[in-house]
């Protein structure tokens, strides 16, 4: 008796761990990274190049999440050859983003051209 009093009282914890864990996936926001390659000319004295461009899908809201960590100058932001957005990263931190609301699945070329001289592209795959 004592034995199956233990068990339902762990089968009961179970699903009940499965249901707050079902409600907290519902409220988290997930962001698919996109990897870049590519270079872009900075001032800072590392041996290993690094970009200075973070990039983001946010599931939640289709939306291209873009992160600059470097001061850039004007950055054109191209999805397959066409111009998304144009824009002057003057402060590190600075952020921006474009809605893929509506796009067809597939696999689009990201691109940022750097007036400065950089490039850096990568793979925007939508499900």
Known sequence: ???RFILS???AL???GNMIAI???DRVE???PIVLKGEVPTTTSRSLPVIPIDASISTDNNLVEIVFTASLGE???LVDEQVQEVCQVTTPGQTTSFSIEGWAPG???LEFKVAGGGYVYGELVIE
């Open 1 to 3: 008796m004592k034995v």
């Open 9 to 11: 009282f762990l089968a």
């Open 14 to 16: 179970f699903i009940a």
């Open 23 to 25: 409600e907290s996936t």
């Open 30 to 32: 997930r962001k698919l």
């Open 75 to 77: 950055v054109k932001i």
């Open 107 to 109: 696999i689009y070329k």
